[in-house]
C-alpha cells in the first residue's frame, strides 16, 4: 500500500505571505492539526503546525505565514510505503506529515496523518488489535488541576512536547486539556501579551478543560481505542481503572506503533 492511497488529497494549504492570523482561522474553524505553505507554483515550502500559531494574541496581527512556518522534518512522495512512512513519523514524533508529487516533484498533493494510517491497517492487523492497552498505554503521565492556570499549562505542555493533558482531582480523571481547547478559547493569550495586557485573573483549566472525557479499560483493546479516535477525531485516550483513577493514555502513535510492529 502506498501513502497516495490513504492520504488525504483535499488539505488546505496557505502561501507564505499570507497572514498568520489567517493559518490561525483555518486550524481553528476546520479542527486542523497542521497545514502545508506552498510557493506560486504549489510547491511545498514548509509547514505551521497549532503550537506555532498559539503566539499570535492579535486579531489584527502583522505576522505573516513565512515568519511562524517551518521546515517539515519528513517529506512522504505519493509512492512512498505506507508502512515505511508510518515508521518514519513514529521516529520522528510526528503526527502529520506533508505530501509532494515525487522526489524529484516537490508539487505539494496532500497530507498524511496518522489516523489515516490507523485505518488503513487496522483491517490488516487484526491479531495486533487485540492486544490489551495495558501493554500499549504510557504510564509516565503529565497531569493537570482544574485550578492550575492555563497558560502555565501551555507551557509545561509545550515543555514536554505535549498536545494534550489530562485533568485528574483527588487521583480522579475529570477532564482533558487539548491544544485545540485552547487555541478555541484563547485561554493561552495572556502568557504572550505585554503586562499592560494581560488578564487580571488568567483563566484556570476549570473553564476551558473538555469534560465529560471518553476513557477505556486496560484490558480493552488496540482496536477499541482506534475505532473510539477515529470515529471522535481525537487523538488520545486516557486509561483509567475500576474507580475511575487515571493509569495510563495511549494516542495515535502508540496505535500505529502496536500494528506495525
Request: proline letters at 5%; aromatic letters at 4%.
Amino acid at each position: 500500500m502506498r501513502v497516495q492511497d490513504v492520504m488525504d488529497r483535499s488539505h488546505p494549504f496557505l502561501y507564505p505571505d499570507e497572514q498568520a492570523t489567517k493559518a490561525r482561522a483555518v486550524l481553528r474553524d476546520r479542527g486542523l492539526r497542521v497545514l502545508p505553505v506552498v510557493d506560486e507554483r504549489k510547491r511545498l515550502v514548509a509547514m505551521i503546525a497549532r503550537s506555532d500559531v498559539m503566539a499570535i494574541t492579535s486579531s489584527v496581527s502583522l505576522i505573516r505565514v513565512k515568519g511562524i512556518m517551518s521546515t517539515p522534518k519528513f517529506v512522504a512522495t505519493a509512492d512512498t510505503k505506507t508502512t515505511q512512512a508510518a515508521k518514519e513519523m513514529i521516529r520522528l514524533d510526528e503526527w502529520y506529515i506533508p505530501v509532494v508529487k515525487s522526489s524529484q516533484d516537490s508539487t505539494y498533493v496532500g497530507v498524511l496523518g496518522l489516523e489515516h494510517l490507523i485505518h488503513a491497517f487496522l483491517e490488516k492487523s487484526r491479531a495486533k488489535a487485540s492486544t490489551p492497552l495495558s501493554k500499549v498505554m504510557s504510564t509516565k503521565l503529565l497531569v493537570c488541576a482544574p485550578g492550575d492556570e492555563a497558560d502555565n499549562v501551555w507551557r509545561m505542555m509545550q515543555k514536554r512536547s505535549f498536545a494534550a493533558c489530562p485533568v485528574v482531582s483527588k487521583g480522579r480523571l475529570i477532564g482533558i486539556i487539548t491544544q485545540k481547547n485552547l487555541l478555541d478559547s484563547g485561554a493561552v493569550s495572556p502568557a504572550f501579551e505585554a503586562e499592560k495586557g494581560r488578564f487580571k485573573s488568567p483563566p484556570k483549566i476549570q473553564s476551558v478543560m473538555k469534560t465529560p472525557v471518553v476513557s477505556l479499560k486496560p484490558t480493552d483493546t488496540v482496536k477499541d481505542a482506534a475505532e473510539l479516535m477515529l470515529k471522535r477525531n481525537i487523538g488520545r485516550v486516557p486509561i483509567t481503572d475500576e474507580r475511575g483513577r487515571l493509569v495510563g493514555i495511549v494516542d495515535r502513535e502508540d496505535i500505529v506503533k502496536a500494528l506495525i510492529e
